[in-house]
């Protein structure tokens, strides 16, 4: 490469060039760098979130089956899933049974039984993909029989991504 020579005759123009790599070098791991440490911590939000809703349904929903208000349950589904963003909200017995859910067609049984049979796993369990988190904890419905609540929700981002980033040099 033909350099630029400066005022006292020296050749700095690949040095200038190492020293403007090295620098957008450091840019662009210090971008990613913050777009990950974002990502996590939106990932880390979400899961609390998630959690958190699925401990307060789990109170209301176990009051309303055992009072046998179905529709009411059905409600609190549907509002509980549209304001927490889940792309998924439901109540399962433990013979697979759709009590309730986000999509009103997947609901399978209309009337509730007196009693039903079957038990789902006592605890709690949350499990978390690349791009979903979800949930899925026990109801005990006293003189009926147990039930399980599926939540799921997708791990929104709020844009930053490589795709929303420029560089201007």
Not at 126 to 136: A, K, M, V
Not at 151 to 166: D, F, M, R, T
């Amino acid at each position: 490469i033909a350099g630029i020579k400066s005022n006292n005759g020296s050749n700095s123009t690949p040095i200038t060039m190492v020293l403007a790599a090295a620098v957008l070098v450091a840019i662009v791991a210090n971008l990613w760098w913050a777009v990950r440490s974002q990502r996590a911590s939106v990932a880390t939000n979400r899961k609390q979130q998630v959690s958190a809703t699925g401990k307060a349904l789990v109170l209301s929903a176990e009051a309303l089956l055992a009072a046998d208000e179905v529709s009411a349950l059905r409600r609190l589904a549907i509002e509980s899933a549209r304001a927490h963003g889940l792309a998924q909200c439901r109540i399962e017995l433990p013979d697979g049974q759709v009590v309730a859910a986000l999509d009103p067609s997947l609901i399978t049984i209309q009337k509730l039984p007196a009693k039903w049979n079957g038990q789902v796993v006592e605890s709690a369990s949350e499990s978390q993909s690349r791009h979903q988190i979800s949930g899925s904890y026990p109801l005990n419905i006293a003189g009926r029989g147990s039930a399980r609540l599926e939540l799921s929700a997708p791990i929104e981002s709020s844009g930053l991504g490589w795709a929303n980033v420029a560089i201007v040099i």
